[in-house]
């Protein structure tokens, strides 16, 4: 601690050195509705009214800048040009940036309002914001500083800190351990339920880290990487063990105060004046931008915590300082000099983790990278470890997340810019690849277990990719074109590798890892798992009932001379209740998880929709057997006879289609 302690002073004493320059000025887990979409597309067209009407641009001329990265003025130059855009054209009342380089705060900016309603502007020293999943940053220098105390081993199983807290041994001989935690490869599937509250009384009801809680573990640690919020949790609450603190209280002592990030709280709401200076969060839909209130996170060290963009500047230059393994100033007992060291990719070409940081390689340059999303805000924070330069942003309404990797991957491009000699696969030029990758690919950062796997279906939620050839050679993914250079490694125009292909036994593509996404890998589907599959699966099903419905119904209600007359019976009233529960149990369960989001917790009326499905289950065994009644029987009607034979089919192929996505019993 006296080591820390001694090192963020020299921080802290650099920072308050550096002129910092004031200025006036919630992947996807939500579906935009249509109408939404449109007013979005319509805004861009004209962003510069619209930030001209709303949002305020900067007010002072004046701003530091480090001439040797940048160039005078180039850096306020750049981000006065591309933010107040941004603002209007993803509508987002504000936003705050701050730029470190070479231990000093080069850029500390603050663009439109910290709270719209009440005229506040935004201010990175005053202003603090939701950074999401940056958070989780401290809990990796908490994990590092509490193993050079000798408190935890990297390697060991976490089972032998957590207490009360257990895992299942899913996989024998192969426990998780903190170093997995930190790589994100323990192999959790992903779990979005209750990771948000709407009060503060919600917070620890349920324990997400109790058995019933956690995620399943449903691949070998340290196999594929897979993004997860309760991985960082658990982290937390080893540290919790072994130290005798609660996490915020842990954070607060000895990595918040000593790097003197005063105006940082992991505490939800903060605490007295700091709550003052919170920004809002946003919302846009049809009726404008509307303001909403805290956002309460349950898995708190996960992304509870609060900053000031200034904070996080302190953050950066703290990393960066004593980040390099080289810096004979860190020595041996830098926790953050050993923290990235800490380093798992899936395969050796492509990128992966390093410090629970993302890496990533743009432009011949390497970098480290993490975005942070709630509902409403969203930040994004890159470090450039070569340059010692560090970047921050952070945008309060839910149009951040797009905004924020624009504005990273301009910025690369504006200060690191690619060099064009570099190109192996010219416009034009045609490339060839082997066959066999086509396909649908899930993120391993998706739901398996649990009824949330019906959230694979929307496109917006990331979950699947497809992977198609491409025309002129190569293929497609993500819209780009891809060339092979490598059995199984595939490169953009300038030669960079952006997709890797692993095989399994048999020689068939398993697993995509792709470069600019190193939080998860995607594993092929089979041919039945597929969407269009499914989709095809469902609306047949449906279909089937809908039209056996209405055409009894047609024949009851319609007069004689129209339709023929039928002598109906209690069995055709089994097959009625059959269509009707089925139909009505399609129409309910997707009412109610757009009614209530997943992140709130279970939906108090979905316990009730999923016991429809056992019932659908016992009318089909019954339905089976009066149809193997109706063509053992002679004299039966052949119209009978064949409805009978496609409602029990339909109703079969639709408890396949709910089996597959969990939906008998209470998997919560």
């Known amino acids: 601690m006296h080591w820390f302690s001694r090192k963020a002073a020299r921080i802290r004493g650099t920072i308050r050195g550096t002129a910092v320059m004031r200025s006036p000025y919630v992947k996807e887990m939500r579906a935009i509705e249509c109408v939404g979409a449109i007013f979005l597309l319509l805004s861009v067209s004209f962003p510069a009214i619209f930030a001209l009407t709303l949002f305020p641009g900067p007010a002072s001329a004046g701003a530091t800048s480090h001439e040797s990265l940048f160039g005078q003025g180039e850096a306020l130059k750049f981000f006065d040009s591309m933010i107040p855009g941004q603002l209007a054209a993803h509508h987002i009342p504000g936003a705050a940036v701050t730029v470190v380089r070479d231990g000093e705060v080069v850029l500390a900016r603050g663009y439109g309002y910290a709270d719209l309603e009440k005229g506040v502007l935004m201010d990175p020293d005053r202003t603090l914001v939701r950074v999401g999943s940056v958070s989780k940053v401290l809990v990796w220098i908490a994990a590092m500083q509490c193993a050079g105390r000798g408190q935890i081993d990297l390697d060991a199983d976490i089972t032998s800190y957590l207490g009360k807290t257990s895992l299942p041994d899913s996989f024998p001989g192969r426990p998780v351990t903190m170093r997995h935690l930190m790589t994100h490869s323990a192999g959790f599937e992903e779990r979005v339920w209750a990771t948000f509250a709407l009060k503060s009384e919600d917070l620890n009801v349920p324990d997400l880290l109790a ?18 919020n309760h991985g960082a949790a658990l982290a937390a609450r080893v540290i919790e063990e072994v130290s005798g603190l609660e996490f915020a209280t842990y954070a607060q002592m000895h990595i918040l105060g000593p790097l003197g990030m005063w105006n940082s709280t992991f505490l939800q709401p903060p605490p007295g004046e700091l709550q003052e200076r919170l920004s809002a969060g946003y919302s846009f839909a049809r009726d404008g931008i509307k303001k909403q209130g805290f956002e309460y996170i349950t898995l708190a060290p996960s992304g509870a915590l609060s900053a000031t963009p200034s904070d996080i500047g302190r953050l950066m230059v703290f990393l960066l300082e004593e980040g390099d393994v080289q810096d004979t100033v860190a020595g041996e007992g830098s926790p953050v000099a050993r923290l990235f060291e800490v380093r798992f ?17 743009r432009n011949g340059r390497y970098f480290l990278w993490h975005g942070g999303d709630t509902l409403y805000s969203h930040c994004l924070l890159l470090l450039v470890p070569d340059e010692r330069t560090g970047f921050f942003v952070a945008y309060n309404a839910e149009g951040g997340s797009i905004a924020g990797h624009a504005l990273m991957q301009a910025f690369i491009d504006k200060f690191f810019p690619p060099d064009e000699s570099t190109m192996i696969h010219p416009p034009g030029v045609k490339c060839g690849h082997s066959p ?125 001379g129209y339709v023929k007359r039928r002598v109906f019976s209690a069995r055709h009233l089994l097959y009625a209740c059959l269509c009707g529960i089925s139909i009505l149990f399609f129409l309910l369960f997707f009412a109610v998880l757009q009614w209530y989001p997943a992140w709130y917790g279970v939906p108090f009326l979905l316990p009730l929709v999923l016991l429809l499905v056992p019932a659908i289950l016992v009318l089909a065994g019954i339905a089976t057997f009066v149809t193997l009644q109706a063509w053992r029987r002679k004299g039966e009607e052949m119209r009978d006879r064949i409805e009978f034979t496609l409602v029990t089919a339909a109703a079969f192929l639709f408890l396949w289609w709910a089996s597959y996505w969990n939906l008998p019993g209470w998997n919560f």
């Open 211 to 228: 058995p019933h809680g956690m995620p399943a573990r449903v691949r070998p640690p340290g196999e594929v990487p897979a993004y997860s």
């Open 345 to 361: 990719t899936p395969d050796p070409r492509i990128e992966g983790w390093s410090g629970g940081l993302m890496e990533m390689r």
């Open 436 to 560: 066999g990758y086509s396909g649908t690919y899930v993120s391993t950062r998706s739901p398996v277990t649990t009824y949330e796997k019906v959230f694979r279906l929307s496109r917006e939620s990331g979950h699947l990719i497809d992977v198609r050839d491409s025309p002129g050679g190569g293929i497609l993914v993500l819209g780009r074109t891809l060339c092979e250079s490598d059995p199984g490694v595939f490169v953009n125009a300038r030669g960079e590798t952006e997709a890797v292909f692993r095989r399994d036994a048999y020689g068939n593509p398993a697993y995509l890892f792709l470069s600019k996404r190193p939080d998860a890998a995607y594993s092929r589907l089979e041919w039945y798992e597929a969407p269009h599959f499914l989709g095809i699966v469902a609306v047949a099903s449906q279909g089937v009932f809908l039209s056996v419905l209405l055409c009894w119904a047609g024949a009851i209600l319609l007069p004689a």
